[in-house]
C-alpha cells in the first residue's frame, strides 16, 4: 500500500482518530471553510484565465498547422494532445499534492518547504525529460501503424522536439505554479480551487509556442546538420541521473520516483490516441477547422475537473485514513450522488458542471471573433458544441468522484493518480465528441 508521499506519517495517523476530534476542531479537520459565492469567485477567475489561454493555444495551433514542419511530418500533430495533456498532468499532479500539503499546514516551516519544492521539482524534470522521450516514440508507432513508414530522421526529430519541449515548459511552469500556491495561500485563498487551473492556463499556450518553434528549428537543422539533434537528445538523457540523485534525497520524492510513472505513462497513451483522432481528422479538408477548437474543449474540461479531483483528494487527505471512505462514498458511477448526493462535493460538481455552457459561449465567440467572423456561429454549431462540451466534463466530474475514492480506499494516493487518468480520459472524450459534431455538420452541409 503506497502512503501519501507528501504528507507525512504523521497527519496519516492523525487522520484516523480525526473522527473522534472532528466536533472539537471541525475547521481543522475539514479544511478552509468557503461559501458557495467564494467557491465560485475562486473557481471562476483562473477558469476564465485558463480558457483565454487554451483559446490562444488554438487559434496558435491554426496558424502553425500550415509551417513546413507540420506539412511533412503530418505526425507532429499527433504529438500535440500528447504533449499538451502529459505537461497539464505533471503540473496539475504537482498543484494538487502541494496544496494538499498547504492545506494540511505541513509547509509552514521553511526548511520542509523549500524542500518539499526542491524534490518536487528535480522529480517534474526527470519525468518530464522521460515522457517526452517516450511520447516522441509513441506517436512514432502511431504513425508507422497509419502510414506504414516512418524515415529515421523524422524520429530523430520527434524525439528532439518532443523532450526539448517538455523540459522546457516543465521547468518554466513549475516555477509559476510554486508561486501561485504559496501565494494564495498568503491571500487566504483556497489553493484547491486556483492552482490546477492557473497551472495549465497558459501553460498550452507556452508549450504548443515552445513546440512549434523547436519543431521548424531543428526542422531547419535536420537536412545538412543532423548531429546536432543528436547532440541535444544526448544532453537531454545526461540530465537524467542529475534529476534521480536530486529527487531521490527527499523522502517525498523518493517514493514518487518508484511509484509514480504508472498513471501519467498511461495518461500519455490515451493522450496519444485522442492525437491520432485529431490528426486523422484534420486530414480531411471538410473537417481541419476542428483543429482550433480541440485545445478549448480538452483544456476546459480537464481544468475543471482537476479541481473537483483536487478538492476531493483534501477532503479525504484531511480526515480519512488510506482506504477509509465516508458513508454514502462507497458505490461508483452514480450520477444522482456525484450531483445530488449529501456528501462534500456534491456543490461544487454542480457548480463546475453550470460553468461549461457560459464559459464556452464565450470561448467560441471570442474565436469567430479573432478568426474575423462579423456575424454570429451558426446556431446548430453553438448546440453541437456545447453539447459535446457538456457531455464530457459531465462524464468526467463522475468518473473522477468514483475514481479518487476508489484510489483512496486501496490506499494509494488520489494527488498523484487521479489528475493524469482524469485530464487523459478528457482529451479522449473531448477529441472524439468534437470529431463528432463536426463530422456531423460536415454531413448536413454546415460549412
Known amino acids: 500500500i503506497e502512503s501519501d508521499p507528501l504528507l507525512s506519517d504523521e497527519l496519516l495517523n492523525v487522520s484516523r482518530f480525526s473522527r473522534s476530534m472532528r466536533a472539537k476542531d471541525a475547521q481543522v479537520s475539514s479544511g478552509p471553510t468557503e461559501s458557495v459565492c467564494s467557491m465560485v469567485l475562486q473557481i471562476l477567475v483562473p477558469f476564465v484565465l485558463a480558457g483565454l489561454g487554451t483559446v490562444s493555444a488554438g487559434m496558435l495551433l491554426d496558424v502553425v498547422q500550415s509551417w513546413d514542419v507540420f506539412q511533412e511530418i503530418s505526425e507532429i500533430l499527433i504529438l500535440v494532445p500528447a504533449i499538451l495533456g502529459m505537461k497539464g498532468n505533471l503540473e496539475m ?23 518539499l519544492i526542491g524534490g518536487n521539482l528535480a522529480l517534474k524534470q526527470l519525468q518530464a525529460t522521460v515522457l517526452g522521450l517516450l511520447a516522441s516514440l509513441m506517436v512514432t ?19 528532439s522536439t518532443s523532450v526539448s519541449t517538455t523540459f522546457l515548459a516543465s521547468l518554466l511552469q513549475g516555477i509559476v505554479v510554486v508561486g501561485v500556491i ?16 492557473i497551472a495549465a492556463s497558459f501553460g498550452d499556450l507556452i508549450t504548443l509556442s515552445l513546440l512549434a518553434c523547436f519543431s521548424q528549428w531543428f526542422y531547419s537543422f535536420m537536412e545538412f546538420y543532423p548531429y546536432v539533434l543528436y547532440l541535444v537528445d544526448l544532453l537531454y538523457l545526461c540530465l537524467i541521473p542529475v534529476w534521480m540523485v536530486i529527487s531521490s534525497k527527499h523522502p517525498a520524492s523518493h517514493i514518487l520516483l518508484r511509484s509514480g510513472w504508472e498513471p501519467i ?12 483522432i485529431l490528426d486523422k481528422t484534420v486530414s ?13 474543449i480538452n483544456g476546459v474540461g480537464g481544468n475543471l475537473v482537476s479541481v473537483q479531483a483536487s478538492r476531493i483528494s483534501t477532503h479525504l487527505h484531511l480526515n480519512y485514513s488510506p482506504g477509509e471512505l465516508p458513508v454514502g462514498s462507497r458505490s461508483c458511477f452514480n450520477p444522482f450522488q456525484t450531483f445530488f448526493g449529501s456528501g462534500a462535493h456534491h456543490r461544487s460538481a454542480q457548480v463546475l458542471l453550470l460553468l461549461v455552457l457560459p464559459g464556452q459561449l464565450i ?25 459535446a462540451s457538456l457531455t464530457q466534463v459531465f462524464l468526467l466530474l463522475i468518473v473522477a468522484d468514483c475514481l479518487v475514492h476508489c484510489l483512496w480506499r486501496r490506499g494509494k494516493d488520489p ?12 482529451d479522449l472524450l473531448g477529441t472524439a465528441l468534437l470529431s463528432l459534431a463536426f463530422l456531423l455538420l ?3 452541409g454546415n460549412s
Request: glycine share 8%; net charge positive.
Open 93 to 115: 499532479t504537482m498543484a494538487s499534492r502541494l496544496s494538499t500539503a498547504v492545506n494540511a499546514r505541513k509547509t509552514d516551516s521553511t526548511k520542509e518547504r523549500w524542500m
Open 141 to 159: 508507432l502511431l504513425g508507422w501503424m497509419a502510414d506504414g513508414q516512418m524515415p529515421f530522421s523524422h524520429i530523430v526529430l520527434l524525439c
Open 182 to 197: 504559496f501565494g494564495s495561500k498568503r491571500m487566504g485563498i483556497n489553493p484547491d480551487n486556483v492552482a490546477t487551473p
Open 265 to 276: 505513462i498511461t495518461a500519455m497513451v490515451i493522450s496519444s490516441i485522442g492525437g491520432l
Open 284 to 296: 480531411d479538408p471538410n473537417l481541419i477547422g476542428i483543429v482550433v477548437y480541440a485545445p478549448v
Open 363 to 387: 470561448f467560441v465567440h471570442i474565436i469567430h471573433v479573432i478568426k474575423g467572423g462579423l456575424t454570429l456561429p451558426s446556431l446548430l454549431f453553438t448546440v453541437l458544441f456545447l453539447s
Open 415 to 426: 494527488d498523484s493518480y487521479s489528475i493524469p487518468y482524469l485530464t487523459a480520459l478528457g
Open 442 to 444: 460536415w454531413c448536413i
